[in-house]
């Protein structure tokens, strides 16, 4: 069970941290990712993270603003959001992939959480 958390109102160009909190013992088994969906729009690829921490890719629309990251005994996920900008606003969900296969695709992750809302005012 994944759990995020860390949402909310923040202007133009300010922080957020979002986190991620998994139940259960196989946490650092999973490759994890973080999506988002905008009002209107399609849930799209935000940024993922190998089991190890090592590997991490991200979309070109968030790379060098935010990011990804790995506690694996705490079993926490997560996100570090700078320079926010309105078109950041979205519910924001953390995904868990048991094959591992460094995907960036909605369908291959196996464990979604229940999202947060990170709204930008401009």
């Known amino acids: 069970q994944l759990q995020a958390s860390g949402g909310g109102l923040v202007q133009a160009g300010g922080s957020l941290r979002l986190s991620c909190g998994a139940s259960g013992r196989a946490f650092s088994s999973y490759e994890m990712g973080w999506f988002r969906q905008a009002p209107g729009k399609e849930r799209e690829f935000v940024a993922r993270?190998?089991?190890?921490?090592?590997?991490?890719n991200y979309a070109d629309s968030v790379k060098d603003r935010f990011t990804i990251s790995r506690g694996n005994k705490k079993n926490t996920l997560y996100l570090q959001m700078n320079s926010l900008k309105p078109e950041d606003t979205a519910v924001y969900y953390c995904a868990a992939d048991r094959e591992g296969a460094g995907s960036r695709r909605n369908q291959d992750y196996d464990y979604w959480g229940q999202g947060t809302l990170v709204t930008v005012s401009s």
């Open positions: 993270i190998s089991r190890s921490g090592f590997i991490i």
